[in-house]
């Protein structure tokens, strides 16, 4: 790296001095307590992880703390004196930044436009630049990222716009730096630079305010703990306090798993045959993500599709619902060639996909939470360029019962629901159109474990119903869940097959994770 990494605040000879207090904090929306008489305190030059399910309040608190929103009670202190912000932009003249769950970037513009929105870099001649794309640059060398400055947000994959979220809170040079969910699209490398970033950031008197779902990820970085449930701090302590067992219990009330293979039912037919599939790299054409892939799923079965980054899970995934095009091969369901057919064609024969990306791709955030549950069964009650109103509350109101969303009303705003919640308001608008086939590509990305086996769950009940399921996942956990049948990728090819009894250790030599000896 030539570039030098951009200035950071230098540590304090007090690192677990107390820099910002929430007291007695309360939020409410409508009838809905998201946080209840929250007590929490961030220290200087450490890692604070919060945890908790989705809907247990951590986003809102943490956007109560960096000005997103203002509380219904209790209040802030920053450096023993009470403040109030009254938006992101004060919240930062303080020194206190978020990187959000869902991404907030601007897809038709470039990697530096995105970082220095808002308080561009002026110059003799207006804005400079140039000066923004070294700075850029400068950031993208620190997080190990050689991303060109001047490269459309949109053109990057999901991890890469996520190192840009990254990028952009750690410009401000931020003396408390909230990090929601910032691993979720990462790849364990990129997970890596982070967390080296992480120490960098502390070493310098940085105070990290962490939130993830990857609950032994985050014990790696962590100093002290809090822990959320329903609006309230059930439980918090020090590193050498706690453990993956405390930080569950205290989560869910128990320790329970995400759930096993369903078992029961007579397996059907073969629902989804995916034959000889190739897909060129778009970046490099003559290169190829998925190369002469075949995999047959029937109906009633549960197949998990695991791998590492790049090993072209989402790809495949993608091409059998019709999204990205194959340089060869045939996608087969129910005995036809669908291979031609559009994504609605495919959709209407009982193909869906539940893409990786819900917010960009799975949801209308202008919408509300019921117009997004029936938006891909709307030819069901639509006749003559007219809908039925009657039809449609049946089916959203069926749709939630279903996958028990916790929402205020199918009027509801889709931003007011947590990241479970929308992801099964995703699953459920593909659920609602009755499909014999569903796949499903990262179901559990941004989402605690008690969404993870409600997730599992529906996934289960659909299967013991007669429903073909594929998901992928780049945690091993989730392999050992409800799958049937665990096919590992690597490098665009399957690399091994495993039934119901793998273990952690084949699956990770099968992918290249680890070497057997």
């Known amino acids: 790296m030539n570039e030098q990494p951009l200035n950071r605040p230098a ?6 001095e107390v820099v910002l207090s929430a007291r007695h904090v309360a939020k409410s929306f409508g009838s809905v307590h998201a946080l209840k ?30 000005g997103v929103i203002q509380p219904s009670s209790g209040e802030i202190i920053l450096d023993g004196r009470p403040v109030s912000f009254a938006s992101t932009v004060d919240a930062q003249r303080h020194g206190i930044s978020i990187i959000h769950q869902e991404l907030s970037l601007a897809p038709n513009l470039s990697v530096r436009d995105n970082i220095f929105m808002g308080r561009e870099l002026g110059g003799p001649g207006g804005v400079n630049y ?33 190192i840009v979220e990254i990028a952009r809170a750690l410009s401000v040079n931020s003396r408390i730096l909230i ?39 985050a014990l790696t970085i962590t100093d002290h703990a809090v822990v959320l449930r329903d609006g309230t701090m059930t439980a918090h302590g020090r590193r050498d306090e706690i453990d993956l067992e405390w930080i569950v219990r205290n989560m869910v009330g128990e320790n329970f798993d995400l759930g096993s293979p369903p078992t029961g039912h007579r397996m059907g037919e073969v629902a989804l045959s995916l034959e000889d599939i190739s897909i060129a790299d778009v970046a490099v054409p003559e290169r190829s993500v998925v190369d002469h892939l075949s ?13 590492l980054m790049g090993a072209g899970r989402t790809e495949l995934l993608e091409c059998a619902a019709g999204r990205v095009p194959m340089s060869g091969g045939r996608v087969v369901l129910e005995g036809v060639d669908v291979s031609q057919l559009s994504i609605a064609e495919r959709i209407a024969r009982g193909l869906v996909l539940v893409p990786e990306d819900r917010q960009r791709d799975g949801l209308v955030q202008t919408m509300s939470v019921g117009q997004n549950l029936s938006l891909a069964s709307i030819g069901a009650f639509t006749r003559w360029l007219m809908t039925s109103s009657r039809r449609e509350q049946g089916v959203i109101r069926e749709s939630i019962g279903n996958v028990h969303i916790k929402t205020d009303g ?27 086939v569903v796949l499903l590509d990262e179901p559990s990305r941004g989402i605690d474990i008690g969404a993870k086996a409600e997730v599992f769950r529906l996934l289960a009940e659909g299967a013991s119903k007669g429903l073909a399921v594929v998901f992928s996942t780049s945690e091993l ?41």
Request: charged share 25%; proline share 4%.
């Open 11 to 16: 540590a304090d000879d007090a690192p677990d």
């Open 477 to 517: 956990g989730e392999c050992l869940s409800v799958a049937h049948r665990v096919v590992v990728m690597s490098r665009g090819r399957i690399a091994a097959e495993f039934g119901a009894d793998v273990t952690r250790e084949e699956i990770m030599a099968a992918s290249g994770e680890a070497v057997v000896a």
């Open 37 to 66: 008489s929250v007590n929490f305190d961030i220290h200087r030059g450490r890692v604070t992880t919060l945890f908790g399910e989705n809907g247990a309040g951590k986003s809102t608190l943490m956007k109560i703390l960096s």
């Open 179 to 217: 990090m929601d969910e910032p691993t979720s699209a990462l790849s364990a490398s990129e997970v890596e630079v982070l967390f080296r970033v992480i120490r960098d950031l502390k070493a310098r008197g940085v105070s990290i305010v962490y939130i993830s779902h990857h609950l032994e990820e």
């Open 410 to 436: 199918p009027e509801a705003s889709i931003g007011s629901l947590s990241g479970g919640n929308q992801q099964k308001v995703v699953i459920g608008k593909m659920l609602a159109t009755h499909p014999q």
């Open 130 to 162: 140039a000066e923004e794309a070294r700075q850029t640059k400068a950031l993208m060398a620190e997080l190990d990222e050689p991303i060109d400055p001047l490269t459309p947000v949109e053109d990057l994959r999901l991890g890469q716009q996520q």
């Open 295 to 307: 995999l047959q799923v029937r109906a009633g079965e549960i197949v998990c599709i695991y791998g």
